[in-house]
């Protein structure tokens, strides 16, 4: 389809009002004017911009207001709204070398949900995300914990105002360290040996070892 035809389409819908926008391409390039309607897909905006200056639309980085503009949120396109004498920066990043898959895009540098993830998953994390604004840290957190983990936090906060009325805070919280101890232990596979000879049998001790048998027997053998 051709870029003429998108706004044409844009336009003949429920887009009328068409906007003269200053797109200014960093580089030598003079800022040069484009007619665009008010309200058009940043897919569309994209190629528009990358047939009429001859560029690559894939390596295009559009900014509009110290925003980058992106395609597709959620799986759904984003439309950007535009008024008369807005200016819209445009980017073009460099190509790779041949043989090497570099991608410098910040957004690859973030937090992201895998493709599989349900659809209410990714409702909620654009929610967070875009509307709440928390760190990727913290989506990371909340993410990648399972439904029984969820469900002991809040049974831990639910249980911690009853130990408080008890007057049993100090003990409440030090029987949940020893649990969270206790629980990320592991368990050893047959053959398997400790690092702390007590948990070995016959206290046998890993190879290399250094105690104070070990040193006194390189002592007397003249090895220290």
């Known amino acids: 389809m051709e870029m003429e035809e998108i706004v044409e389409e844009e336009t003949s819908g429920k887009h009328e009002n068409m906007v003269e926008i200053t797109v200014k391409t960093i580089g030598p390039a003079r800022p040069s004017s484009l007619h665009v309607p008010s309200s058009i897909k940043v897919l569309d905006l994209r190629k528009l911009i990358a047939r009429k200056n001859h560029l690559p639309v894939e390596n295009l ?5 110290g925003k980058v503009l992106h395609d597709r949120a959620d799986e759904d396109d984003i439309y950007v709204r ?9 980017a073009v990043k460099p190509k790779a070398p041949v043989g090497l898959d570099i991608d ?11 493709q599989s993830t349900s ?22 957190a909340i993410f990648s914990l399972g439904l029984k983990a969820w469900a002991l936090i809040i049974l831990w906060f639910t249980l911690a105002p009853i130990a408080h009325k008890l007057d049993l805070g100090p003990l409440y919280i030090l ?14 596979q047959p053959g398997d040996v400790s690092a702390y000879s007590i948990f070995n049998e016959d206290f046998r001790e890993l190879p290399g070892t250094l105690n104070a048998d070990a040193i006194d027997r390189d002592i007397r053998t003249g090895q220290f």
Do not use: A
């Open 119 to 140: 659809q209410w998953k990714k409702k909620l994390y654009s929610f967070l995300r875009n509307r709440m604004k928390l760190p990727d840290i913290v989506l990371m």
């Open 82 to 90: 535009f008024n008369d004498g807005d200016s819209l920066i445009v």
């Open 175 to 188: 029987g949940t360290g020893f649990c969270l101890i206790f629980l990320n232990l592991g368990r050893r």
């Open 104 to 114: 410098d895009d910040d957004e690859d540098l973030k937090f992201q949900l895998p």
């Open 61 to 65: 980085k559009l900014i509009l207001q």
